[in-house]
């Protein structure tokens, strides 16, 4: 009973703040060891893969009518000008979700000496190496506050669609969360799109809408991996994980719908780095 007390304060912790501009991936990594949630390295990869899983889905439902129509687009018929320009945006989408999945698919594929680049970021999970996750998300936390600082006194004129250039960056930016649990892929991807002269307004959504795609796909690997490798499944575990998790995410998807996630970014910026400092000093204990 009281591991599954644990796991619902674990999923529901990092539920919320999986879309969220802070890494969930320290709170995770933090919280397993602080409540000691388990000691195979195998489960602990399963159980966060499972919560990414779920809170990525989450998107991918929300924005369900968007991807819908970018995979469509090249089908589709435009008669009207404002047709012609809608499948050109979504034509656009298409090609960004393409090019974002490829590193995503690199990263599954397994190198020599049977070495898996997949299998970094849960290797980091573990407590030997919170110091490198405090001070990644004290580096997130600082990065987003300089975006923030650069787009309240930028004069270049901001745009309402992300261009390829900024797509490129985003991408780039991007790659460190993949293999480092306390950099949030939410924030520097925010702040790539405040760097790049994005619209304010929209820079949420973009972030949501790309980030989501490839974070599903190699979790999705991650946990067939698991499964594959013989980790002891534990059923209602494995329900609290994604149930609460989806739920925690559908919440704070529903409140960002309704308020500007840009005017909390200090806050945020100011939380991951105290919440690193928090992880370090945890670290030396």
């Known amino acids: ?9 674990t999923a529901l912790v990092c539920g919320v703040f999986a879309l969220l501009p802070v890494p969930y991936g320290a709170h995770y990594a933090f919280l397993a060891d602080a409540m000691y949630l388990t000691k195979d390295r195998n ?25 819908g129509r970018a995979l469509t687009a090249p089908f589709a018929k435009a008669a009207t000008p404002q047709e ?11 090609r960004n979700l393409g090019i974002l999945l490829i590193p995503a698919v690199l990263v599954m594929i397994p190198l020599p000496n049977n070495i898996n680049l997949l299998d970094l970021l849960p290797a980091l999970l573990q407590k030997d190496y919170l110091l490198v996750t405090a001070s990644c998300c004290i580096g997130s936390g600082l990065f987003l506050l300089i975006s923030r600082w650069y787009a309240k006194r ?21 790659l460190p969360s993949y293999f480092l649990p306390g950099v949030s892929g939410i924030s520097v991807g925010a702040s790539n799109l405040l760097l790049c002269d994005v619209e304010d307004t929209i820079v949420v959504r973009e972030v949501l809408l790309y980030y989501a795609p490839p974070v599903f796909l190699m979790n999705v ?61 945890y670290a030396f204990i």
Do not use: W
């Not at 059923?235 to 005017?263: C, E, H, Y």
């Open 1 to 9: 009973m009281i591991s599954y007390l644990k796991m619902l304060i």
């Open 43 to 67: 489960q602990l990869t399963l159980y966060f893969a499972l919560i990414s899983v779920a809170s990525t889905a989450v998107v991918l439902v929300a924005l369900h009518k968007i991807y």
């Open 84 to 94: 012609k320009q809608s499948k050109e945006n979504y034509l656009r989408l298409l």
């Open 154 to 174: 930028r004069r270049n004129p901001t745009s309402h669609t992300t261009s390829l250039r900024a797509l490129l960056r985003f991408l780039f930016y991007q």
């Open 221 to 281: 690997v991650r946990v067939v991996r698991c499964i594959l490798q013989g980790v002891v499944l534990d059923p209602v575990m494995i329900a609290i994980a994604v149930v609460v998790s989806a739920g925690a995410s559908i919440f704070v998807l529903r409140l960002l719908s309704r308020m500007n996630l840009r005017k909390t970014f200090l806050f945020f910026a100011i939380y991951a780095v105290i919440f690193g400092l928090v992880i370090g000093v």
